[in-house]
């Protein structure tokens, strides 16, 4: 079993960390924020449209891995007011169209570049 790191040329990143690792049949997305395409700047709009950026981006780095959003397993969310939880919950069912996947979200602190939310998780996708 070979581990692959992966990263989308038109996503920001800083260079301590990969957008994904692939290792066996288990693809482990780096911690996401809601970045405007290319740029290290937080998308406006709120926990709301934060949230749905994030998104688009796993399915994006899910996508380079030959894998989808529905192929996740697991996914954690990290919220900076947990009293924004309900427009971060509403946004996030109104872009997972499926049976969701195993989540935990938890309170912190702060988070990068201001972020009001950041998601990682964990995606199976079985070789064939």
Not at 105 to 119: D, F, H, I, P, Y
Request: charged share 20%; glycine share 8%.
């Amino acid at each position: 079993m070979g581990i692959k790191k992966i990263n989308c040329d038109n996503l920001a990143r800083l260079p301590a960390f990969s957008h994904a690792t692939i290792a066996g049949d288990f693809i482990y997305v780096s911690g996401i924020l809601g970045t405007i395409p290319g740029k290290m700047e937080i998308v406006a709009g709120g926990v709301e449209k934060e949230t749905e950026q994030i998104l688009f981006h796993i399915g994006t780095i899910l996508n380079k891995c030959n894998a989808t959003i529905e192929d996740v397993v697991k996914l954690n969310v990290y919220l900076t007011d947990m009293d924004s939880f309900q427009d971060m919950n509403s946004a996030y069912l109104d872009t997972i169209q499926f049976e969701p996947p195993s989540r935990i979200t938890v309170g912190v602190n702060e988070l990068a570049l201001g972020a009001s939310v950041e998601m990682d998780c964990i995606a199976y996708k079985p070789k064939t």
